[in-house]
């Protein structure tokens, strides 16, 4: 997820990390014997609200 922020969304890995550890919701997706599954979740709405560092935008990639 965080590649893709960064990548997708132009975010900086400083950005990146803000955005993932104050909006990321984590679900237990599969629980079988002793592999579990995790899913992480963002609200991409949120993504809307991140201040960007200058000359960086949506798609831009790093």
Do not use: C, I
Request: charged share 20%.
């Amino acid at each position: 997820m965080a590649q893709w922020l960064e990548q997708d969304d132009g975010l900086s890995l400083s950005e990146t990390a803000q955005v993932l550890g104050s909006s990321v919701s984590f679900v237990v997706a599969n629980l079988a014997g002793r592999s579990v599954g995790v899913a992480a979740k963002l609200d991409k709405a949120l993504l809307r609200q991140v201040e960007r560092a200058p000359g960086r935008a949506p798609g831009a990639g790093p």
